[in-house]
């Protein structure tokens, strides 16, 4: 009986698995596909970006893509503003 749990935790562990990947596999297309309509054709090093990212650079690129004006605007890190001391009078 305790087999057959760890079997079933087995299977439900990899169809997650399959789920996040597939996930994962499709957002990065969706991506691929908007980046091209907006910019044209991606170059291998675009391409590549794109096929390692996990699911959450793929999402924060996305939300990027939105109100970039070139496809270097979405894959580069965003600078964090320095934080202003309050003045003191």
Same mark, same amino acid.
């Given at each position: 009986m305790l087999q057959k749990k760890a079997e079933d935790w087995k299977k439900d562990e990899l169809q997650d698995d399959g789920e996040v990947y597939e996930r994962r596999e499709g957002t990065a297309r969706y991506l691929a596909r908007? /980046?091209?309509?907006?910019?044209?054709? /991606?170059?291998?090093?675009?391409?590549?970006?794109l096929d390692a990212a996990d699911y959450e650079k793929l999402i924060a690129w996305t939300d990027r893509m939105l109100d970039a004006r070139a496809i270097q605007d979405v894959f580069s890190e965003p600078v964090a503003e320095p934080v202003s001391e309050p003045v003191s009078e």
């Open positions: 908007m /980046l091209e309509m907006k910019f044209g054709p /991606l170059d291998d090093e675009s391409r590549a970006r």
